[in-house]
């Protein structure tokens, strides 16, 4: 047993010392990083322009199963302040603003079944903060409602609802963003109060 200690002892000795390096050219070491040798130039990339609230941007993907998918995506309005008949309890913000937002997904008539829901919504602030979709239906929320979860779109056919956000007293987005996974996100504007 004790030879297997001794053993063990000298490989870990040994494999710590491996590891350092007492060179005395360790003081000699830069302390700053390398400059580069050519210069490299930033390329700003231009964002797609965001879209009028009542257009639509049309999109064409392959789905997870290899099939065609395609459809317009719109938004038809946004309306803040919006009266609805929710407990403040539900909302992220005490005391907050309600807003509403209509949209609509028509499924080209050549594509698979489009799903749908509330989370890809969100509503995007000028200091690049953004409030995702609550999640909330059923009794006070305005109608035709969104789906939460997942809906099928048939081809040829359109899907309209509205979604409920609340937000912080005072504050207004300045744009509203669709970002499906694993496709660009689309914005439109939101117009001034």
Not at 85 to 90: F, G, I, R, S, V
């Amino acid at each position: 047993m004790n030879t297997r200690t001794a053993a063990c002892a000298a490989l870990l000795i040994a494999a710590a010392t491996a590891c350092s390096n007492t060179s005395s050219d360790d003081s000699k070491a830069p302390t700053t990083a390398a400059k580069p040798t050519g210069t490299a130039t930033a390329t700003a990339v231009a964002k797609p322009k965001a879209l009028a609230i009542g257009a639509g941007r049309h999109w064409s993907d392959t789905d997870l199963d290899g099939s065609h998918i395609s459809a317009t995506t719109s938004v038809i309005s946004y309306t803040q302040p919006a009266e609805v008949d929710l407990p403040d309890a539900l909302a992220d913000f005490p005391d907050p603003t309600w807003a509403i937002l209509e949209v609509k997904v028509c499924a080209d008539a050549t594509s698979t079944n489009v799903m749908v829901a509330q989370s890809p919504w969100a509503l995007g602030y000028p200091d690049d903060t953004r409030i995702q979709t609550p999640g909330v239906s059923g009794a006070g929320i305005p109608k035709p409602e969104y789906p939460v979860e997942g809906t099928a779109v048939q081809p040829g056919t359109c899907l309209r609802g509205k979604i409920t956000f609340s937000m912080a007293k005072g504050t207004r987005p300045d744009r509203i963003i669709y970002g499906p996974d694993g496709r660009d996100p689309v914005t439109w504007t939101v117009p001034k109060a």
